[in-house]
């Protein structure tokens, strides 16, 4: 079996992102559930979670790498795939109930953009190297 070094790699760095979240953001309750799905996911079929965060996160890229708070206060998200399950992956609301709280520190902005950016860079590592099909 080759080795999968990004796809690892990426699942860790997101294991940590939402267990870092779910302390930050108690809250958040689908946080919780979120993490529960992860972790099932990494047992039984890794390479979805790749699938679902390219299709509810990834596809924002350019926003996320811009650090563009102005574009998650002014876009609805609500009909975004997989807006009403959030055991499925971490969903773009989750990221715009975060960034657009009046309450957040600059701070905590930043590593949560800081964690997205390399999210994204591992996700195209895993893109490029077509680890998803080995």
């Not at 070094?5 to 919780?32: C, G, H, M, S, V």
């Not at 009909?79 to 709280?101: M, V, Y």
Request: hydrophobic share 35%; no cysteine; proline share 3%.
């Amino acid at each position: 079996m080759a080795d999968k070094k990004y796809t690892k790699a990426f699942i860790n760095q997101l294991e940590d992102f939402i267990a870092k979240l779910e302390l930050q953001f108690p809250n958040e309750k689908d946080l919780k559930l979120l993490s529960v799905g992860i972790s099932t996911l990494k047992m039984t079929n890794p390479s979805e979670i790749i699938r679902k965060y390219d299709s509810t996160i990834y596809k924002y890229k350019e926003p996320i790498n811009e650090r563009n708070e102005e574009y998650f206060l002014t876009n609805d998200f609500s009909n975004d795939e997989d807006s009403q399950n959030p055991s499925a992956g971490l969903r773009i609301q989750h990221i715009k109930n975060i960034i657009t709280d009046g309450n957040v520190s600059k701070e905590t902005k930043t590593v949560i953009w800081t964690y997205l950016n390399l999210l994204n860079k591992l996700h195209e590592k895993i893109l490029d190297t077509r680890e998803l099909y080995v």
